[in-house]
Structures are given as structure tokens and as C-alpha cells.
């Protein structure tokens, strides 16, 4: 079975850091481009960040661009993304989706043929 699993999410205060963590079972990431994605309550889902497959092209939403970091780890099947500074308007679930076209980088669904279940993150003090 295919699966994307994220990890790492919770509670934090405005100003720390969290980093989530998307991990493959089943197939292997090395080949697939990786987005991260958010959704809040109420909100349309909104691409924040993704990399191609050899990690030479990164891209962010502005809303995160300077605060959130995204990285890959082929060897352990895994992509990351490192999140600082966060703010209460980060609170949402955050998925990580893989596109098969390895080369590519985009923020904008379309195209995301796995899907994680999510990981909820919540900026409050």
C-alpha cells in the first residue's frame, strides 16, 4: 500500500518552531516531487512550499518564505519541512502530497497524485 504519513505537528507558542516530517511506505519519494500544503477551518487548502526530486528547486508561499524551510532525505525516505518564527495564522493541518513529475516544483495542487492524512498544528498562546 502507497502511503504518505506526516508527523511531527502540535501545539507551539507564537515564535516557536516545529518540524514536520513526510514519510513514504510502499514506494520511494527519491523520484517524486514533494509539496506541502495547509489547511485551516473554515479556508481553502493553500500550497506553502515543495521540492523537485533532487532538491535543486525549492519554492514557498510568500506567507511562509523567510520562516519555513523545506529539505529532502532520499536516503531516508523523507522530506521535511522546518517551520520557525510561526505565527497563529500557521495553525492549521498541514499535508504533504508527491507529484511524479520529479522535476518539477509547484505549490498548486493539481497534478499531487499521493496525499498524507495530515498533521495538525496549532500556533497559541
Known amino acids: 500500500q502507497l502511503q504518505?504519513?506526516?508527523?511531527?505537528?502540535g501545539l507551539v507558542q507564537p515564535g516557536g518552531s516545529l518540524r514536520l516530517s513526510c514519510a513514504a511506505s510502499?514506494?520511494?519519494l527519491n523520484y517524486y516531487a514533494i509539496?506541502?500544503?495547509?489547511?485551516?477551518?473554515?479556508?481553502?487548502?493553500?500550497?506553502?512550499?515543495c521540492i523537485n526530486?533532487?532538491?535543486?528547486?525549492?519554492n514557498y508561499?510568500?506567507?511562509?518564505k523567510?520562516?519555513?524551510?523545506?529539505?529532502?532525505?532520499?536516503?531516508?525516505?523523507?522530506?521535511?519541512?522546518q517551520m520557525n518564527s510561526l505565527k497563529p495564522e500557521d495553525t492549521a493541518v498541514y499535508y504533504c502530497?508527491?507529484?511524479?513529475?520529479g522535476?518539477?516544483?509547484?505549490?498548486?495542487?493539481?497534478g499531487y497524485d499521493y496525499w498524507g492524512q495530515g498533521t495538525q498544528v496549532t500556533v497559541s498562546s
Open 97 to 101: 502530497a508527491a507529484h511524479p513529475w
Open 53 to 58: 526530486s533532487g532538491s535543486s528547486r525549492t
Open 4 to 9: 504518505l504519513v506526516e508527523s511531527g505537528g
Open 61 to 64: 508561499a510568500d506567507s511562509v
Open 103 to 110: 522535476s518539477i516544483c509547484k505549490i498548486e495542487s493539481r
Open 26 to 28: 510502499g514506494f520511494t
Open 35 to 49: 509539496g506541502w500544503f495547509r489547511q485551516a477551518p473554515g479556508k481553502e487548502r493553500e500550497g506553502i512550499s
Open 66 to 81: 523567510g520562516r519555513f524551510t523545506i529539505s529532502r532525505d532520499n536516503a531516508k525516505n523523507t522530506v521535511y519541512l
